[in-house]
């Protein structure tokens, strides 16, 4: 393979440094008139946390415009009731955007699309019109060269060297570390397939990640460092693994970064530290190692890390495994009552085990669910509260009106883009939670009504529950009675 000592690929990047500029993004969108459309950045894409950064509600003309400060380029967001789409920005610029209601090229799903955005009158330097160029770029060069024929010879490596030089030379004058950072690590990616004359692992860490500074913000990067470092636990020695599995019994943040440090691909200290992080996130659904001992790490690297953004992602990190978990104390919630002009909150039921059930009125499987939970309603409504929150994006026909104000139990109708739908991390429907009588996650997600693959139902959880509820009340009266025979008193 070709020394390309003067390849974009090996230049040691300086990030430019922006201080915050106003961004505009205008448009239009198809069948949202009034819904609110909302802009988030992602904060890292190891936690995955996002930020709101804007929004607006969409005008009677399906028009939109909103407005928020960038310190630096960055991926954006789009949202818009269900639907999910993203474009890039740069500081300091005006975008001009088109959003539709679904895919033209998948099936529409009620429950949310993931649809592409379309741009009007993009310059060539904007930052979303350089990466659509490269990313068809790198589509016909695998279009062509990857196929069984050429990464089975030598013949798809040479390629390869070739299309590095072509880039590094194209881009050469590009002055945006974000592009050049997207480039870099689409092209590692390309040295991740199989071919004759690929990369060794080692060869990999010291070509794109030994040097580079560590891009939280960068999806190519966090993506290929991601999947370098995947089960990295279960990759290093069998020497390293073992004390790595000690560092953990003992809760000690310090010889786990020690432990990782032994390994080759692990010598630059502030991959150590992400990945230490990192590593703990993947196993701590695992039966290998007590929960507690992970997140008393994480909390410690949390406040004493080495890296002011390690600090930050391992603070998010902790917040991702345990939100929702069961044990965890319920998110609140608002809900007005207009009936009874009244505010329901999480306290509001704290007392009783409650079941909240999250439907879409519009999808067939909702009336299914709701049959089968009305004998189980008959059954166990003494013991837990039945909550049913319905997602109204539009106005519910006559029909719908009339079939929901016959269930029997609590429900309210919220828009899509109430708090509660995000505070509980409701994606798709039907969805379920059930909360204990202190309120406390019991389960999250919660099993349904549908038996599911073992054929259990929610009503086998209700049933432990009742009688777990009857022991105790019963255990709780026998006690008091024995005491009327207690000669100590």
């Not at 990759?235 to 390293?240: A, F, N, P």
Request: hydrophobic share 35%.
């Amino acid at each position: 393979m070709k020394t390309l000592t003067s390849l974009l690929l090996i230049i040691c990047f300086t990030p430019l440094i922006f201080g915050q500029k106003t961004t505009k993004i205008k448009g239009l969108t198809s069948g949202f008139v009034g819904k609110k459309i909302e802009f988030y950045t992602i904060k890292d894409y190891f936690s995955l946390k996002d930020s709101l950064i804007g929004e607006a509600i969409i005008q009677n003309d399906s028009s939109f415009q909103v407005e928020f400060p960038l310190e630096h380029t960055e991926k954006i967001i789009v949202k818009c009731h269900k639907n999910t789409g993203f474009i890039y920005a740069d500081p300091g610029t005006t975008l001009t955007i088109s959003l539709p209601d679904k895919d033209p090229y998948n099936a529409y799903r009620p429950q949310g699309n993931k649809v592409e955005i379309a741009f009007l009158n993009l310059p060539k330097t904007d930052i979303n019109f350089k990466i659509l160029e490269f990313d068809k770029w790198v589509t016909d060069f695998l279009g062509v060269y990857y196929n069984r024929k050429t990464t089975s010879t030598i013949l798809f490596s040479e390629k390869l060297d070739t299309f590095k030089l072509n880039v590094e030379a194209y881009y050469k004058k590009d002055t945006s570390f974000f592009f050049k950072t997207y480039v870099r690590f689409s092209i590692a990616s390309l040295e991740d397939i199989n071919f004759v004359g690929s990369k060794t692992r080692i060869e990999k860490y010291l070509f794109y990640l030994k040097d580079f500074p560590v891009t939280y913000e960068n999806e190519r990067y966090s993506s290929y460092l991601n999947l370098f470092y995947k089960n990295i636990f279960a990759l290093v020695s069998t020497e390293i693994n073992t004390k790595i599995y000690k560092s953990i019994l003992s809760s000690s943040p310090t010889l786990l970064m020690q432990s990782l440090g032994l390994d080759a691909t692990l010598k630059n200290p502030k991959i150590r530290e992400l990945i230490a992080i990192r590593g703990l996130s993947e196993v701590y659904n695992g039966k290998d190692f007590p929960k507690t001992n992970i997140i008393t790490i994480l909390d410690s690297i949390s406040r004493f890390g080495l890296y002011k953004q390690n600090r930050y992602l391992s603070k998010s990190i902790i917040e991702r495994l345990t939100e929702l978990a069961p044990g965890m104390k319920a998110p609140n919630f608002e809900i007005i009552h207009v009936e009874k002009n009244d505010t329901i909150t999480l306290q509001s039921f704290v007392g009783n085990y409650v079941y909240i059930q999250f439907i879409d009125p519009t999808l067939q499987d909702s009336k299914k669910h709701l049959e089968l939970l009305v004998p189980m309603y008959e059954k166990y409504g003494k013991t837990f509260r039945f909550v049913t929150i319905i997602d109204v994006q539009n106005e519910l026909t006559k029909e719908q009106k009339t079939y929901f104000s016959s269930i029997p139990w609590e429900k309210y109708y919220l828009p899509f883009d109430h708090a509660m739908f995000k505070k509980y991390m409701v994606k798709s429907f039907p969805n379920y939670v059930l909360i204990d009588d202190t309120g406390v996650l019991h389960s999250y997600p919660a099993a349904s009504p549908i038996p599911d693959g073992e054929y259990e139902t929610v009503e086998k959880v209700f049933y432990t529950i009742k009688r777990k509820i009857e022991v105790e009340k019963m255990n709780k009266e026998k006690s008091g009675f024995d005491d009327i025979y207690d000669d100590t008193k």
